[in-house]
């Protein structure tokens, strides 16, 4: 039997019918995506994640009952490795403080082409953060340092400092894995491909001095 990589499971959320429709049809084509439910309200939404554990749900923020904000919340508490990504036909300026509350990992506008929800899907399902490109303006704008935690300004400053992962390790008494795992999510959050360019994002945005 050959071993085959397991699907990327997917739970969409949207009280539009023609708006689930069209992103399950989108995934379709997506071979390593399979999709194990939709629910049309919040509160279904958290049923199903409970049940069925899907790697990755595609939340709408605007749903009548139940919130995505709400149903992130709960999902989150109630499926612990589930990942939400919330989905939205507008940029909100406060989507990104009221997502990362609630726990999601993701954020993406409707009208995203098919290749950046894939994208998306894939990078929520290896435990990183995505924010669709189209929304990073809006919903950053001069705010870049909403994205990092107080933690990962402190070791991007360490960085932009000139330490090494193992300096700065031994300056926060964590692990050096502890500091990779908090640069993946530093150099996914700032779109940075290396820690130099975010290291220069940072410095840019006066997110670090």
């Given at each position: 039997?050959s071993a085959?990589?397991?699907p990327?499971?997917c739970?969409?959320a949207?009280?539009?019918?023609v708006?689930?429709?069209?992103?399950r049809?989108?995934?379709?084509?997506?071979p390593?995506?399979?999709v194990?439910?939709?629910?049309s309200?919040?509160?279904?939404?958290?049923?199903?994640?409970?049940?069925?554990r899907?790697?990755v749900?595609?939340?709408d923020?605007r749903?009548?009952?139940?919130?995505?904000?709400a149903?992130t919340?709960?999902?989150?508490?109630?499926?612990?490795?589930t990942?939400v990504?919330?989905?939205t036909?507008h940029?909100?300026r406060n989507?990104?403080?009221?997502?990362?509350?609630a726990?999601?990992k993701?954020?993406?506008?409707?009208?995203?082409?098919?290749?950046t929800?894939?994208r998306?899907?894939?990078?929520?399902?290896?435990?990183e953060d995505?924010?669709d490109?189209?929304?990073a303006?809006?919903?950053?704008?001069?705010?870049?340092?909403?994205?990092l935690?107080?933690?990962?300004?402190?070791?991007l400053?360490?960085l932009?400092?000139?330490m090494s992962?193992a300096?700065?390790?031994?300056?926060?008494?964590?692990?050096?894995e502890?500091?990779k795992?908090h640069?993946r999510h530093?150099?996914?959050?700032?779109?940075a491909?290396?820690?130099?360019q975010?290291v220069?994002?940072a410095?840019?945005?006066?997110?670090i001095?």
């Amino acid at each position: 039997m050959s071993a085959q990589k397991q699907p990327i499971t997917c739970l969409i959320a949207d009280d539009h019918e023609v708006v689930r429709e069209g992103l399950r049809l989108a995934l379709s084509r997506a071979p390593h995506i399979r999709v194990v439910g939709e629910a049309s309200d919040g509160e279904a939404a958290v049923v199903l994640a409970e049940r069925r554990r899907p790697n990755v749900v595609i939340m709408d923020v605007r749903m009548n009952g139940m919130d995505g904000f709400a149903a992130t919340s709960k999902i989150r508490r109630a499926a612990p490795d589930t990942a939400v990504m919330l989905f939205t036909a507008h940029a909100e300026r406060n989507m990104m403080t009221r997502g990362r509350e609630a726990g999601a990992k993701g954020y993406m506008l409707k009208e995203a082409p098919h290749t950046t929800i894939v994208r998306a899907i894939d990078r929520l399902a290896r435990g990183e953060d995505f924010v669709d490109p189209a929304l990073a303006p809006a919903l950053v704008g001069g705010e870049r340092d909403g994205l990092l935690t107080a933690r990962e300004r402190e070791i991007l400053q360490l960085l932009a400092d000139g330490m090494s992962n193992a300096d700065v390790a031994k300056k926060l008494f964590i692990s050096q894995e502890t500091v990779k795992s908090h640069v993946r999510h530093i150099l996914a959050k700032l779109e940075a491909d290396t820690r130099t360019q975010a290291v220069a994002i940072a410095l840019r945005e006066s997110i670090i001095t």
